[in-house]
């Protein structure tokens, strides 16, 4: 055993205090960690060349049945520390009962250091099938296990996928809802007391979750949204059409958690957190927001805001999913790589205008000018489109990495037209020296400010 254990590179007590997680449920809920999830090599290699295009164009447009006018940060600090209270007072004493219930077949699925839990094999997740796969029989199924043993009479309730049709239900999105089972009722219940939306981390980049966090509200007289506005007009469709103020938003590799208050008109999320975070785990922090949305002692309660009486009214108007797609919405307002924090001082301080439909898109020719299809922005200090586009270049010079592309440089074009907005336009670019090894296009489309404006890429 003492072989062993310096082998795997693992403190002896540890192997020797190997425990089931139901003889303490309060240390496995804070220190078993959900698994890293792998990426097939075909959609590694097919995010790598498509950097930067990714769509995340989920089918939603502005409504005016729609009535969620702003959004709300719940603060990480307030989280974290009211995630841990909760977690406290989970039992820790041994229960003596199995991780696995046999009957039912649901189970801890999650691994701690020093826990033994039953095994759960779910495969390399190809599409939006194996992400769901992942999330449901890893972090889902795991929480249903303890909501059941803390709350037995929960025990009809479980996760079951929303089967109405929609067709971002085909590769962008799922969503799962707490719910009766159908075992438990004689026909499918359209309300429910959670939910889970889940997208793809190949579909949505992690920027896209932060910026997803930090939308302040949504407009009321446009004729498209943003990115970040169609995933919040999507999470409320959902929750309204099946009365539901909680949710949690995942790619698997990060996780929000969110609601709505009692008049639909306001929305609260936390920060991001990772599928590998520490405080909270994901198993803490869905343990808190289920148990919460359950009416648990010492959870969270949504905030009471004012709003009309009609707002609060239980019929909802929602209609159903597409079944089919609208036209190409304008490109997300996120990006692939870079650092954000210089993003978000840019988008906040801009204001964004309309502009014409379909991806953006740049070509290298073989004489080297790379033309590009951009979106064009009101600057905030009043310059002209010209200007713009001068200071845009000169950022991407100032930005080269040293000794990655030798001595390549951009140069605007003598006499390139630009339209003013909201129409967009093109602008051309000359390329000095441009590598042939096809390091130009990953820069391109990692950099991290103007791919986050306009979504350039290379074919």
């Known amino acids: 055993m003492d072989l062993f254990a310096e082998l795997l590179n693992i403190p002896l007590p540890v192997l020797r205090r190997a425990q089931r997680g139901t003889a303490n449920l309060r240390s496995y809920v804070l220190r078993a960690i959900v698994p890293r999830m792998p990426w097939p090599m075909s959609v590694a290699q097919a995010v790598i060349d498509r950097m930067g295009i990714h769509k995340n164009y989920l089918t939603v447009r502005p409504e005016n049945w729609r009535t969620l006018e702003t959004t709300q940060h719940i603060s990480p600090q307030f989280f974290v520390e009211h995630a841990r209270f909760f977690a406290d007072h989970l039992p820790q004493n041994d229960l003596c009962i199995p991780d696995a219930d046999r009957e039912s077949g649901e189970s801890l699925t999650v691994h701690g250091l020093q826990f033994t839990v039953p095994e759960r094999i779910v495969g390399i997740p190809k599409n939006i099938d194996g992400v769901t796969r992942w999330v449901n029989e890893l972090p889902l199924q795991t929480v249903q296990r303890i909501i059941h043993i803390l709350k037995p009479e929960s025990a009809p309730w479980t996760f079951e996928p929303v089967s109405e049709p929609d067709v971002d239900h085909r590769t962008l999105f799922r969503a799962m809802k707490w719910t009766r089972s159908q075992h438990d009722k004689p026909e499918p219940d359209p309300e429910c007391s959670f939910m889970v939306f889940i997208q793809p981390p190949w579909i949505i980049s992690d920027h896209e979750m932060e910026s997803f966090t930090k939308c302040k509200g949504m407009p009321t007289d446009a004729t498209h949204y943003t990115g970040r506005e169609r995933a919040w007009a999507k999470l409320w469709d959902y929750c309204n059409r099946h009365n539901c103020h909680w949710f949690a938003y995942t790619t698997y590799d990060t996780w929000v958690f969110g609601g709505f208050s009692r008049g639909w008109t306001r929305g609260f999320t936390t920060h991001v957190i990772k599928y590998d ?115 845009v270049v000169q950022g991407w010079n100032e930005d080269i990495p040293t000794g990655e592309i030798g001595g390549m440089g951009f140069d605007p074009l003598p006499g390139v037209g630009v339209e003013v907005p909201p129409a967009g336009g093109t602008v051309s670019v000359q390329v000095r020296d441009p590598p042939s090894d096809g390091t130009l296009g990953v820069w391109l489309t990692s950099n991290p400010i103007e791919m986050r404006l306009d979504d350039t890429y290379l074919e």
């Open 277 to 391: 975070s520490t405080s909270p785990t994901i198993l803490e922090a869905l343990t808190y927001w289920l148990g919460s949305a359950l009416g648990l002692r010492k959870g969270y309660v949504i905030p009471e805001v004012i709003e009309s009486v009609s707002s609060h009214k239980i019929d909802s108007n929602v209609p159903s999913p597409p079944l089919c797609r609208y036209p190409t919405p304008p490109p997300s307002e996120t990006s692939w790589g870079g650092s954000s924090h210089s993003n978000d001082q840019l988008l906040d301080s801009i204001s964004e205008k309309t502009i014409s439909d379909g991806a953006s898109e740049g070509r290298l020719s073989s004489n080297g000018v790379v033309t590009t299809r951009m979106v064009l922005f009101s600057d905030p200090n009043g310059s002209d489109p010209d200007a713009w586009i001068s200071s």
